[in-house]
């Protein structure tokens, strides 16, 4: 006997013979009332379709399967690759070593075929190996984050050349600086590179200057405009902040006033080719927003690495009197 129990859904009431965990027959009634796209899964007798119920079964299976492969693909997006957190981790601990032991060895003793003073070797030698690790450090990224090669070449370049300011450049400032001035310095001069990055990462994801974007130049002359305003206005906030009461005493704006004075003209090169070189290379991981926040994350994060690295290494320059 079949009693119909859902007329809207098609539900039917049928004998299936279970009414425990232990399976056994008995003369009891079950209701079985799925809903399905092509009817209930019952047939016109009012027995259990099983290739319906085995559909049904396999479909949520799928589902529960996509919901899980969603919720880890969410959670890997959203963390920074524990590759490089690696990297960065070795390439700290290799930099501080190179930065402290470098100052303290006869490097003319070993180096006696380069034609040089002392102090301007350990300058050049440090500088050479901080930029091998770097150059490791950001192969390893780029293939993590699977980035193209263009990206690692404009990366290695603007890394580079902040290498050549930081360890070859200001390092004549340091003598005008006391040692307990370098971590203040080391962190106000950070703030204007992080700030520089933030604005070209900004502008990567259309959140600033979307006029200019939008305008009728081609890429090129987009990204090189952008550079340019870049640089002239971190320019504007480091003489405004550093130069112009009340920071104008500081350590910091020492330090500014020092490494401009007498090469002003190729440092400022230097740093727009940085800021192009950085505006070039997030240009690079733009299409995808986890890669480009990634790439963005990487680059404070050697920023502020060098940095610290800069301040151990003048101290050490300090302390052994070079």
């Not at 984050?145 to 902040?162: D, E, H, V």
Request: hydrophobic share 50%.
């Amino acid at each position: 006997m079949v009693e119909p129990i859902s007329p809207l859904r098609g539900g039917l009431v049928v004998q299936d013979g279970v009414t425990s965990t232990i399976f056994r027959f008995d003369n009891s009634w079950t209701a079985l009332d799925f809903p399905l796209p092509d009817g209930p899964m019952t047939t016109n007798k009012g027995e259990l379709d099983f290739k319906k119920f085995n559909l049904f079964v396999s479909s949520w299976k799928r589902g529960m399967l996509l919901l899980n492969h969603k919720i880890t693909m969410t959670k890997q997006t959203n963390t920074f690759p524990a590759q490089i957190i690696t990297e960065l981790t070795v390439f700290t601990a290799i930099g501080a070593a190179i930065v402290a032991i470098v100052p303290n060895f006869n490097l003319t003793k070993y180096l006696s075929w380069i034609s040089t003073d002392e102090r301007r070797l350990k300058l050049g030698v440090t500088a050479y190996l901080l930029f091998v690790i770097t150059a490791l450090l950001l192969w390893g990224a780029r293939k993590a984050l699977k980035l193209p090669l263009s990206w690692f070449m404009y990366a290695t370049m603007f890394n580079g050349l902040i290498i050549f300011i930081k360890f070859i450049s200001s390092p004549n400032t340091y003598g005008k600086l006391s040692s307990t001035s370098l971590i203040a310095t080391a962190a106000g001069v950070g703030l204007l590179y992080i700030f520089g990055a933030t604005c070209v990462y900004l502008f990567s994801q259309g959140k600033i200057l979307k006029s200019l974007s939008s305008a009728s130049k081609s890429s090129e002359e987009v990204k090189l405009l952008f550079a340019a305003g870049t640089f002239v206005f971190v320019n504007f906030l480091r003489i405004v902040i550093f130069l112009l009461p009340p920071f104008s005493k500081t350590a910091t704006a020492t330090y500014l006033s020092s490494i401009f004075q007498g090469g002003g003209l190729i440092l400022s090169i230097i740093l727009f080719l940085i800021i192009l070189g950085v505006v070039e290379a997030f240009d690079r991981a733009k299409n995808d927003k986890t890669t480009l926040r990634n790439v963005y994350i990487l680059s404070v994060s050697m920023i502020i690495i060098f940095h610290v690295l800069w301040a151990i290494f003048v101290r050490s320059l300090g302390v052994c009197g070079c």
